[in-house]
């Protein structure tokens, strides 16, 4: 697995010539967001697009997800992606609440 997520971070960036970002994810609480935040992996991200695709790697434990940007953050922090409960859920324990990832675009959306 770790061998493929490498592989695959080098083919994207080789491709779009686009460097990933390193961030701190969280995850938010999706009690009264609309359905599609907890049933689909999504995010609140600030630097890309609306309904860009990214992956997103747990730089611990190299785990990743394919990821919908379909929210913005808002004036929190500009160093910072909110994963929806789901997608957070496939790269660590809830428990952690705070981990560091890659965000590694893969196809632009529209704003």
Do not use: C
């Given at each position: 697995?770790?061998?493929?997520?490498?592989?695959?971070?080098l083919?994207?960036?080789?491709?779009?010539?686009?460097?990933?970002?390193?961030h701190?994810?969280t995850?938010?609480?999706?009690?009264?967001?609309?359905?599609v935040h907890?049933?689909?992996?999504?995010?609140?991200?600030?630097?890309?697009?609306?309904?860009?695709k990214?992956?997103?790697?747990?730089?611990?434990?190299?785990?990743?997800?394919?990821?919908?940007i379909?929210?913005?953050m808002?004036?929190?922090?500009?160093?910072?992606?909110?994963?929806?409960?789901?997608?957070?859920?496939?790269?660590a324990?809830?428990?952690?609440g705070?981990?560091?990832?890659?965000?590694?675009?893969?196809?632009?959306?529209?704003?």
């Amino acid at each position: 697995m770790k061998v493929s997520v490498l592989f695959l971070w080098l083919l994207l960036i080789s491709l779009t010539n686009t460097k990933p970002d390193v961030h701190t994810a969280t995850w938010y609480d999706t009690t009264g967001h609309p359905r599609v935040h907890r049933e689909y992996s999504t995010a609140a991200y600030n630097y890309l697009p609306l309904h860009s695709k990214v992956i997103v790697v747990n730089l611990s434990n190299n785990k990743s997800d394919t990821v919908e940007i379909t929210d913005r953050m808002g004036n929190k922090s500009q160093n910072r992606i909110d994963l929806s409960k789901k997608s957070f859920g496939k790269l660590a324990n809830h428990q952690v609440g705070r981990i560091m990832v890659k965000v590694i675009p893969i196809e632009k959306g529209s704003n």
